[in-house]
C-alpha cells in the first residue's frame, strides 16, 4: 500500500511549517544572546558558583551538627487505634522531632526472672493488646495489619515477640 501524493503533501506542509518556525525560534535566541555581553555571563556564572559554595558549607556545618546531637530522644510509640473505629488519632509533630522506628525497650528474657518478665509481658501486653486480641480471634498477620493500619511486618514481629515471650515464661504458645 502506498500513501496518497495528498497525504505526502500534507507531511511535507507540516514538516516545512515546523522546521521554519525551529529556524524562527533558534535565530530568537541568538539575537538575545548576542546582546548581552560576555562579563555578564561570566559575572552570573561566578555568582553562582559562590552561592554554591556558600550552600555546600552550610550543609555540612548542618551534618555535622547533626551527627553532634544525641541519638533519638524519647519518641512515643504509634496512636493506637482500636478495631472497627474509623477515626485516627493524629498527633501534632514537634519541631525537632525526628521521624524514625519506634523503639522499644526490653531487657533480655533469657536471664530475666519471672516477676521482671511478667511485669514486660503486662506492659507489651497492654501496648500491644489490638493486635494480640486479634490473633487470640484467630486473624491472619495480613487481616490484622488491614484492620489496625500497621505494616504487616511489623505486625509479624509484635506476633513473633509474644511467642518468644510465652515461651520463656512456660506459657502455652498462643500464637
Known sequence: MTPSPRLLMTLVVILSAVLGLTLTILAWVVVQLRRQPVATWVKNLDDLRTRQDALEAMMEKANSTRLAEPALKAHPGPPLRRPGTRSRRIDAAEPTAVSGPTLIAVPSLVTASLPSSAAVTHDLG???????????????PDEIARSTGQPIGQVELILALRRQLNANVGEPRLT
Open 126 to 140: 497492654r501496648r500491644f493488646s489490638p493486635i494480640w486480641d486479634l490473633a487470640d480471634t484467630g486473624a491472619t
